[in-house]
């Protein structure tokens, strides 16, 4: 319990405080998501795997520093900027949760790719927050301006994702939307499945089962097309 406490006060202090989808997968996102084809891809090939085995799920698209909230029945909830770490990379540094935060270079400040089980918990204020991978330290959790050079809430309302590095992994939500639309889908302590988009590897590379289906998909539509001719 000591050590667990310990993680969540560390996991607080580094957090800031504390392929184009085919026809057989069309997912329709509001114009006005800015969905990336893979970001619809992903979201589409969850829904219709059921991978996120009927619970809420997230896709985070690192690359356009943007999350994507989905309802347990697949329909988009709504979308928005973030913030992620400092610096691009799909794996977390390894035992970053028992480091000091003045002890991580900037390179070791990445925001892993892959599939998460996320579940509720809380920082060490009491707030509420997504623990993403809990033995890395990554969480989901409103931004906190607690630093003005950090210019966390100017770097959010930017058009371009260029600006949107600035944590040590965790990925900041603005607040109306956390509160509108993620605190909602873990209250009673519910779980959901968060999907962090690679951004120095491929698909294939995090996400193999997905890449297998649609290449699948795509031979099937090959060779309908060489049989009709």
């Known amino acids: 319990m000591v050590a667990r406490r310990g993680r969540a006060l560390c996991a607080a202090v580094l957090c800031g405080w504390w392929m184009v989808a085919g026809s057989a997968h069309a997912l329709s996102f509001d114009p006005g998501a800015g969905a990336s084809p893979d970001a619809q891809y992903a979201a589409s090939w969850v829904r219709d795997a059921a991978d996120h085995q009927n619970q809420p799920f997230a896709i985070v698209d690192k690359k356009e520093a943007r999350i994507h909230v989905f309802g347990a029945d697949g329909i988009l909830l709504g979308s928005s900027p973030i ?7 799909d794996f977390a540094t390894p035992d970053i949760a028992r480091r000091a935060p003045a002890s991580l270079q900037p390179f070791e400040r990445t925001t892993p790719a892959g599939r998460f089980a996320s579940q509720p918990g809380h920082n060490a204020k009491g707030e509420d927050i997504v623990w993403i991978d809990y033995d890395a330290a990554v969480s989901m959790h409103r931004v906190r301006a ?16 260029a600006d949107n590095r600035i ?11 956390f509160d509108a639309n993620v605190s909602p889908l873990y209250r009673a302590g519910r779980q959901s499945i968060v ?4 951004e120095q590897h491929t698909l294939r590379d995090v996400f193999p089962s997905l890449l297998d289906e649609r290449a699948s998909a795509s031979e099937e539509t090959s060779s309908a097309a060489r049989a009709s001719r």
Request: glycine fraction near 8%; include cysteine.
């Open 83 to 89: 913030l992620m770490g400092l610096t691009a990379g």
């Open 146 to 161: 607690t630093n003005p050079a950090e210019r966390r809430l100017e770097r959010l309302a930017t058009p371009t994702s």
């Open 167 to 177: 944590s040590y992994g965790c990925i900041n939500v603005p607040v109306a939307f």
């Open 195 to 198: 999907y962090i988009l690679p």
